[in-house]
């Protein structure tokens, strides 16, 4: 048994090849279109990433919201189209079974099955990047409410009023994320340009990924500015502790993969101001461990029916 899994983000869409045990085989990376024509490039990276192969099914996860039982992708601020029946039109393009789901539940299930989310029985998963996505599995299963549970980045759950992608205002992806993390180093930037950080940017556009590289090389007022976006997010991770109960936290996306620079700072918030600190524990938070590719594979795994969720 073989599958493809497919992953569409808001920059760019990768498609790997697995073996049954998840492990990887091949893969193909592509630009996400911005002219709502994903489904038609996911069918020629997949037929493209399988000719002359036999696959059994295919799974596609997406950065957005997914109706799994439908197989359509419904809305979602960073890919463009609205209510496309992506499974219908795969299947009827590719010739194998097709499943479709949110791309933070894919990458739950592989992190459950083959990552730092291994024997968990209540699991959160948060991806930290330009925005929060995530996922609870419980007993190995997604829960997904009425189809559409996980959106906690447009949840409000700490102080803020900067206008989010999603077209409303305070959400938490917006204070404790990659877009506040580049607002705070351009204000740092303003008030000292001849500071660390200016100089470990310099010629460099202020993003993300450029910020957490200068945090890992040891730029001081890098390594504060991720301190803060991670107490930002632990303080909203406290309330969602109050909530869930999780017996693990695992932190992926971007962001995420900076590592104990910004999860020090998220236990720290996630302690902070936690109901009954004094008489429960706080869970293991921990970073992901299967990087960039869990969303794919994880929709592999899905499209086998591996993870026992189909
Ligand atoms: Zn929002």
């Not at 001849?194 to 040891?218: C, F, H, K, W, Y």
């Not at 991770?237 to 993969?257: A, E, F, T, W």
């Not at 902070?272 to 921990?286: K, M, Q």
Request: net charge negative.
């Amino acid at each position: 048994m073989s599958a493809i899994g497919v992953d569409v983000g808001g920059t760019k869409i990768l498609v790997v090849r697995i073996e049954e045990d998840g492990s990887l085989v091949d893969e193909r990376r592509i630009p996400t279109p911005n002219d709502g024509r994903m489904v038609t490039a996911v069918a020629e990276a997949v037929q493209e990433l399988t000719s002359g192969i036999t696959v059994d099914a295919c799974g596609v996860g997406i950065a957005g919201l997914v109706d799994h039982d439908a197989g359509t992708f419904v809305w979602g601020p960073h890919v463009a189209g609205v209510d496309i029946p992506v499974r219908e039109q795969l299947e009827s393009e590719l010739g194998m079974a097709v499943v479709v789901d949110n791309d933070a539940n894919a990458t739950a299930l592989a992190e459950h099955r083959l990552g730092s989310g291994r024997g968990s029985e209540a699991l959160l998963l948060l991806t930290l990047g330009t925005g929060i996505g995530g996922a609870m599995l419980f007993g190995g299963s997604i829960y997904r409410g009425r189809g559409f549970a996980g959106e906690f980045g447009h949840t409000r759950l700490v102080d803020g009023s900067a206008r989010c992608s999603c077209g409303r205002c305070g959400c938490w992806e917006t204070e404790a994320a990659g877009p506040a993390l580049e607002r705070l180093a351009q204000d740092a930037i303003a008030c000292d340009p001849d500071g660390s950080l200016a100089n470990s940017l310099e010629n460099q556009a202020v993003s993300g990924p450029a910020i957490t590289a200068a945090a890992r090389a040891g730029d001081a007022q890098a390594i504060g500015l991720v301190a803060r976006i991670g107490l930002a997010f632990g303080r909203g991770l406290g309330s969602l502790l109050s909530i869930l109960d999780p017996d693990r936290v695992v932190i992926g996306g971007g962001l995420g993969s900076v590592g104990e620079i910004l999860l020090d700072p998220i236990r720290e918030g996630a302690g902070r101001d936690r109901y009954a600190a004094d008489h429960t524990e706080l869970p293991p938070i921990v970073a992901a461990e299967l990087g960039e590719r869990a969303g794919a594979v994880g929709a592999g795994l899905m499209a086998l029916g591996q993870a026992g969720d189909r």
